[in-house]
């Protein structure tokens, strides 16, 4: 069992940056892959970034060249770096753990971009 929390989200104006954080208790950390999903109202929960048990990452096209994922396996930690932010990046942003056909989600963080 893996429970996942997620901290990092607020208010932040267009062009500026957040660092979300998702702490995970439980052992085996290291060997899930870790993501960030988001959803925004009225539409479908999406694919962030992603990050392998290796250290391979991907991103959505949207978001490419200005987030970055991260972890620190030491810590029990997956990052998101956001820059860059623009108002279609406003949605509730939610950590997930994956291994094999088991994962685990947070309960989510609200990240809202607007002047």
């Known amino acids: 069992q893996v429970q996942l929390v997620e901290s990092g989200g607020g208010l932040v104006q267009p062009g500026g940056s957040l660092r979300l954080s998702c702490a995970a208790s439980?052992?085996?950390?290291?060997?899930?892959?870790m993501a960030w999903y988001r959803q925004a109202p009225g539409k479908q929960r999406e694919l962030v970034a992603r990050?392998?048990?290796?250290?391979?990452?991907n991103y959505a096209d949207s978001v490419q060249g200005r987030f970055t994922i991260s972890r620190d396996n030491a810590r029990n930690t997956v990052y998101l770096q956001m820059n860059s932010l623009q108002p279609e990046d406003t949605a509730v942003y939610y950590c997930?753990?994956?291994?094999?056909?088991?994962?685990?989600w947070g309960q989510g963080t609200q990240v809202t971009v607007s002047s």
């Open positions: 997930n753990a994956l291994r094999f056909i088991v994962d685990y």
């Open positions: 439980g052992s085996s950390f290291g060997n899930y892959a």
């Open positions: 990050i392998t048990s290796s250290g391979h990452t």
